[in-house]
């Protein structure tokens, strides 16, 4: 059984920068471990992906957020800095258990199991 928890989202300004964590139990190191985001009133979108050696982001947060995983702790982070009001949203944790080509990573419906999502609000 595959479970998965997120934490670190929170308020800050602008500029500013947080850490997302997300601790999975039930999943390999061939799983794939990606960040969505939902914006208040938007769809949910793809935000970072990672397997082994691998990542992949959204055009939007290249060069401002780096995703990464601790194999040993089974938990993925979520780097965010130089946060923008645009980035506000529920940012939830999603695993794909077995391995997929990169070309997937982005697509939701990849993705078999989600955590709760943890709020990160940013203000101008």
């Known amino acids: 059984q595959v479970q998965l928890a997120e934490s670190g989202g929170g308020l800050v300004q602008a500029g500013e920068s947080l850490r997302l964590s997300c601790t999975a139990s039930?999943?390999?190191?061939?799983?794939?471990m990606g960040w969505f985001r939902q914006p208040p009133g938007k769809e949910r979108e793809f935000v970072a992906a990672?397997?082994?050696?691998?990542?992949v982001y959204a055009d939007s947060v290249k060069g401002r957020f780096t995703v990464s995983r601790d194999n040993y702790k089974n938990t993925m982070y979520l780097q965010m800095n130089s946060l923008k009001p645009e980035d506000t949203a529920v940012y939830y944790c999603?695993?794909?258990?077995?391995?997929?080509?990169?070309?997937?990573?982005?697509?939701?419906?990849?993705?078999?199991?989600w955590g709760q999502g943890t709020q990160v609000i940013v203000s101008s």
């Open positions: 999603s695993v794909r258990k077995n391995r997929v080509i990169v070309g997937m990573w982005s697509r939701r419906n990849e993705y078999e199991y």
């Open positions: 039930g999943i390999s190191r061939n799983s794939v």
């Open positions: 990672t397997q082994g050696g691998d990542r």
